[in-house]
């Protein structure tokens, strides 16, 4: 990404959330990010924060796309919900959209 940063090329990276949990990007997507409710039971979250990493040579953009499942598209109900998280890193600035 520094490479990139310092040739000063767009760039858009989905980040691998292996060592972080989904939950952790639902408590920051409640808390900062637009909530729509694709049905009843899924609600799909999301917005955009700065990420400050030490080994980047600026700050970038992380965007998020979150997704918590109450019930099933076929209607069964689930006794914890799922959540899905989808995080990416960019210099792209534009906003998003329902």
């Given at each position: 990404?520094?490479?990139?940063?310092?040739?000063?090329?767009?760039?858009i990276?989905?980040?691998?959330?292996?060592r972080?949990s989904?939950?952790?990007?639902?408590?920051i997507?409640?808390?900062d990010?637009?909530?729509?409710?694709?049905?009843?039971g899924?609600?799909?979250?999301?917005?955009?924060m700065?990420?400050?990493?030490?080994?980047?040579?600026?700050?970038?953009?992380?965007?998020?796309?979150?997704?918590?499942?109450?019930i099933?598209a076929?209607g069964?109900?689930l006794?914890?919900?799922?959540?899905d998280?989808?995080?990416?890193?960019t210099?792209?600035?534009?906003e998003?959209?329902?």
């Amino acid at each position: 990404m520094n490479v990139c940063l310092n040739e000063q090329v767009n760039f858009i990276i989905k980040r691998n959330l292996r060592r972080e949990s989904p939950e952790e990007w639902l408590a920051i997507a409640q808390q900062d990010g637009m909530c729509c409710e694709e049905r009843e039971g899924k609600r799909v979250y999301l917005g955009a924060m700065t990420w400050n990493d030490k080994k980047l040579v600026q700050p970038i953009r992380a965007v998020y796309h979150v997704t918590e499942r109450t019930i099933e598209a076929d209607g069964q109900i689930l006794l914890t919900p799922t959540v899905d998280a989808e995080v990416y890193w960019t210099t792209l600035v534009c906003e998003y959209e329902q």
